[in-house]
């Protein structure tokens, strides 16, 4: 049992709780009750249309209606959710997150400039080793591979790899679905194309996807405008390049107006794991561990499946006959994922640091 000053953890108890395992109902009902006594969970950068976060985000409502969630900036990439809680560490007002979500690599670049809060869910065994921080900095919590979202009325054949994207009939056609200096969905979709051309991995294909990029947009093909539903509805952007959840999301948005495909490359079939963490700063730590507590229950995980995510507790949900059959039936056929790969951390890190530092001198398309 944790002891309390007052209605919340104190700052030595948080600090102890912060790197601890829930083992028991008591001190479950314990965080329960600091996280009320805050009443408030900020978050940053989750679209309601991203993974199933709007569902996820009212579930937690529902179950405790007691906390306020403010959501701050839905569209801001990865490096944006790390800046805001580097330019928040002495603020505890409503810009400062107490949560964020973000790819792969920025989880241990973050963790290193101390600017996460260990914290260890209940349901931390079964969360696979090599998608988590063994101190509880960050969890891995769902994945996907990237794809391409195809607007069928004004894309007669669909591209079926990242070669084809370099084709004069894909002219001013193909976007990116952030910014790739700091978008870790675009950062990702660079390295993909590099891998694809053949590149080992690591700065190897961050160059070569630098040089594809490049390529793309000297043939006119590329449009530097961060792509979504919307843009490829109204034909700004016929062609967008964005993981595989958000293309099955936009697919069921957009409702047949326009017709779509969603097409999963041959080659550089990249999956992306997205990790979550809680700021060293949050205003709402309790709230903040409570968040995570739900995300990482049965009834979190399948609510990133419901918006086509794979969780990461897949196969141990899939182990224990928790994964329902009818969402199940509306994801992508197993085959289209075989060919994928998981980069790992050092790969993932090297390819972002030579995507970032060197877009703007290579590519030289100003993304927004």
């Given at each position: 049992m944790f002891k309390f000053t007052g209605k919340v953890l104190s700052l030595s108890a948080?600090?102890?709780?912060?790197?601890?395992?829930?083992?028991?109902?008591?001190?479950?009902?314990?965080?329960?009750?600091?996280?009320?006594?805050?009443?408030?969970?900020?978050?940053?950068?989750?679209?309601?249309?991203?993974?199933?976060?709007?569902?996820?985000?009212?579930?937690?409502?529902?179950?405790?209606?007691?906390?306020?969630?403010?959501?701050?900036?839905?569209?801001?990439?990865?490096?944006?959710?790390?800046?805001?809680?580097?330019?928040?560490?002495?603020?505890k007002g409503p810009q400062a997150p107490d949560v964020i979500d973000v790819g792969l690599g920025f989880g241990p670049t973050a963790k290193a400039d101390g600017l996460l809060?260990?914290?260890?869910?209940?349901?931390?065994?079964?969360?696979?080793?090599?998608?988590?921080?063994?101190?509880?900095?960050?969890?891995?919590?769902?994945?996907?591979?990237?794809?391409?979202?195809?607007?069928?009325?004004?894309?007669?054949?669909?591209?079926?790899?990242?070669?084809?994207?370099?084709?004069?009939?894909?002219?001013?056609?193909?976007?990116?679905?952030?910014?790739?200096?700091?978008?870790?969905?675009?950062?990702?979709?660079?390295?993909?194309?590099?891998?694809?051309?053949?590149?080992?991995?690591?700065?190897?294909?961050?160059?070569?996807?630098?040089?594809?990029?490049?390529?793309?947009?000297?043939?006119?093909?590329?449009?530097?405008?961060?792509?979504?539903?919307?843009?490829?509805?109204?034909?700004?952007?016929?062609?967008?390049?964005?993981?595989?959840?958000?293309?099955?999301?936009?697919?069921?948005?957009?409702?047949?107006?326009?017709?779509?495909?969603?097409?999963?490359?041959?080659?550089?079939?990249?999956?992306?794991?997205?990790?979550?963490?809680?700021?060293?700063?949050?205003?709402?730590?309790?709230?903040?561990?409570?968040?995570?507590?739900?995300?990482?229950?049965?009834?979190?995980?399948?609510?990133?499946?419901?918006?086509?995510?794979?969780?990461?507790?897949?196969?141990?949900?899939?182990?224990?006959?928790?994964?329902?059959?009818?969402?199940?039936?509306?994801?992508?056929?197993?085959?289209?994922?075989?060919?994928?790969?998981?980069?790992?951390?050092?790969?993932?890190?090297?390819?972002?640091?030579?995507?970032?530092?060197?877009?703007?001198?290579?590519?030289?398309?100003?993304?927004?």
């Open positions: 948080a600090a102890l709780f912060a790197s601890t395992v829930i083992s028991s109902a008591d001190s479950m009902d314990d965080l329960v009750k600091a996280a009320k006594a805050e009443g408030q969970l900020t978050t940053i950068a989750l679209p309601h249309d991203w993974c199933g976060y709007g569902a996820v985000i009212d579930g937690f409502k529902a179950k405790y209606p007691e906390i306020k969630i403010n959501e701050l900036n839905p569209d801001a990439g990865s490096g944006d959710e790390v800046e805001a809680i580097k330019a928040n560490k002495d603020n809060m260990p914290y260890k869910v209940s349901t931390w065994d079964s969360i696979p080793d090599s998608a988590k921080d063994a101190d509880g900095a960050w969890t891995g919590d769902y994945y996907g591979v990237l794809s391409f979202l195809v607007n069928k009325d004004l894309v007669k054949e669909a591209p079926a790899d990242w070669a084809d994207l370099l084709k004069p009939e894909f002219a001013n056609t193909v976007a990116l679905a952030g910014d790739p200096r700091a978008s870790n969905q675009a950062i990702q979709a660079v390295y993909a194309a590099g891998l694809s051309g053949g590149a080992a991995a690591g700065e190897a294909a961050g160059t070569a996807g630098l040089d594809f990029f490049k390529k793309l947009n000297a043939a006119g093909n590329f449009v530097p405008v961060i792509g979504k539903p919307a843009t490829l509805a109204q034909g700004q952007t016929p062609i967008l390049v964005t993981w595989d959840y958000n293309a099955l999301a936009g697919r069921d948005t957009l409702k047949g107006n326009p017709p779509v495909d969603v097409v999963v490359p041959k080659t550089g079939v990249v999956a992306g794991v997205y990790v979550q963490a809680i700021s060293a700063f949050a205003p709402h730590p309790n709230a903040a561990k409570l968040w995570l507590e739900y995300l990482y229950s049965d009834e979190g995980q399948i609510g990133w499946l419901k918006g086509y995510c794979h969780p990461i507790r897949f196969n141990d949900l899939a182990k224990n006959g928790k994964l329902p059959a009818d969402v199940m039936a509306k994801l992508p056929p197993a085959e289209s994922y075989a060919a994928a790969v998981f980069p790992t951390l050092d790969e993932q890190g090297k390819a972002k640091e030579a995507i970032t530092k060197n877009w703007d001198a290579v590519v030289g398309a100003n993304v927004k």
